[in-house]
């Protein structure tokens, strides 16, 4: 999986499930030539690697002890983790998407991934402890419909989406989609408190939190939900509650296309040209997962913007990891923790290989983008509850 030997890293991940799928165990080698897969060798995984254009390396056995020997030297920063199960898989995301309207979705379909989609109603009926793995699609769980309403308040889609969000909110049982979204929300983090793993992008991510934050409070205005919002509000908001932000500003104004101070996309002052962020070096036997999450061909990713791009250092809490960082622009790129007995992973951007991805805009094609160093961490995440958990040492 390192830069030359693989001509289709994101694919690979693809082959990883499928093996797992089989009940067969995988071996993940944790900065061993970018991270490499260490698979049984059995003529049907050689076939399928073929098939879907997957760069592979047969072993003997003396060859594969020798490079576990190597790994598993104290003197070098490499770790071996078993890959157990092929984690269930959810997305979170209207039924009318396609699958391109969204990255996750996107690179599980190019690598062969299968995935279920589900809903506000799939949610709120506790249908979430059927999956080990979600994402959460480009999402506003505020109420306040993705703060569009300055730029397309009059267009046809708009006025569309607000109308089916109501209806499934009445639906549902809910006088206000704040209400029905926050409700969907706090079913979201129990999940991950009981232990499910949970990666957002975008705006998924802080308005996520947001809405638990601000929860008993109401910070929609008129425009969104009939009534004005609750007077002092901002100092009604419990950070206590969040996930990974803390003293963060709430945006006011609806003809602001922005949701609080967490967002770094309005500081930003970097060209696209050297728009890069850096991935964190951790110690794989002594911090496995964070090494996991950052596995790559290149410690050096370029940067993509979103409604929710980067993170406000500032505002993220000590407990938190940052995986990834922009230290041009002093922003925090892609982060990780803990909650409960679950994990959280957010990732600043829309799309990795789209920089200004906007409404409307075509599809990413990721048959011209196979090696996405920027894809590749959404794949470290989906494979991540795969691993099995090693005893503490004590």
């Known amino acids: 999986m390192d ?15 499928w093996t797992l799928s089989k009940d067969l165990k995988v071996k993940w080698l944790l900065n061993y030539r970018g ?48 890959l157990e199960k092929a984690p269930k898989i959810a997305v979170y995301s209207p039924k009318g998407n396609q699958p391109w309207d969204d990255a996750v979705t996107m690179v599980l379909t190019f690598a062969e ?44 889609w708009y006025i569309r989406e607000k109308a089916a969000a ?13 209400e029905e979204k926050l409700a969907v929300a706090l079913k979201i983090r129990d999940y991950v408190v009981g232990g499910g793993f949970m990666f957002a ?23 969104f939900d009939g009534d004005p919002s609750e007077p002092g509000y901002q100092s009604k908001i419990d950070y206590n509650k969040t996930f990974a932000f803390k003293n963060f500003t709430l945006e006011r104004s609806p003809n602001v296309y922005e949701f609080s101070s967490i967002d770094m996309t309005r ?7 050297t728009d890069y962020f850096t991935l964190m070096d951790f110690s794989a036997k002594w911090d496995p997962i964070p090494t996991m999450l950052c596995q790559n061909h290149t410690a050096l990713v370029k940067g993509f913007m979103g409604q929710t791009t980067a993170y406000n250092p500032n505002e993220i809490k000590s407990n938190v990891l940052v995986l990834g960082e922009n230290k041009t622009n002093s922003e925090a790129r892609y982060i990780h923790g803990i909650k409960g007995k679950g994990f959280f992973t ?5 799309d990795p290989e789209d920089y200004t991805h906007r409404v409307g805009d075509p599809k990413t094609e990721l048959e011209l983008h196979p090696n996405s ?11 991540f509850p795969a691993a099995k958990k090693k005893k503490q040492k004590t």
């Not at 830069?3 to 499930?17: E, F, R």
């Not at 160093?373 to 494979?383: A, F, K, M, Q, T």
Request: glycine share 6%.
């Open 267 to 273: 500081k930003r002052r970097i060209p696209k040209t």
């Open 346 to 350: 957010f990732y600043g951007g829309h």
């Open 373 to 383: 160093p920027g894809y590749r961490l959404i794949l470290n995440n989906v494979l």
């Open 201 to 223: 992008m975008c705006s998924a991510t802080d308005s996520f939190e947001i809405a638990i934050a601000a929860e008993g409070v109401d910070i929609c205005e008129p425009m």
């Open 35 to 82: 991270g490499s897969f260490l698979l049984p060798d059995t003529e049907y995984i050689r076939k399928e690697c073929t098939i879907r254009g997957v760069s592979y390396e047969v072993l003997s056995d003396a060859k594969t002890n020798e490079i576990l020997e190597e790994i598993s030297s104290p003197s070098q920063n490499m770790e071996a983790v078993v």
């Open 3 to 17: 830069a030359d030997g693989q001509q289709n890293h994101l694919k690979a991940y693809g082959i990883t499930y």
């Open 113 to 156: 991934i299968p995935y279920k989609t589900i809903y506000d109603k799939e949610v709120l009926e506790d249908n979430l402890i059927l999956y080990d793995w979600l994402h959460l699609h480009h999402e506003d769980f505020t109420g306040q419909y993705g703060k569009f309403y300055a730029s397309y308040r009059a267009a046809p």
């Open 166 to 178: 109501e209806k499934l909110a009445n639906e549902l049982g809910y006088s206000k989609v704040s």
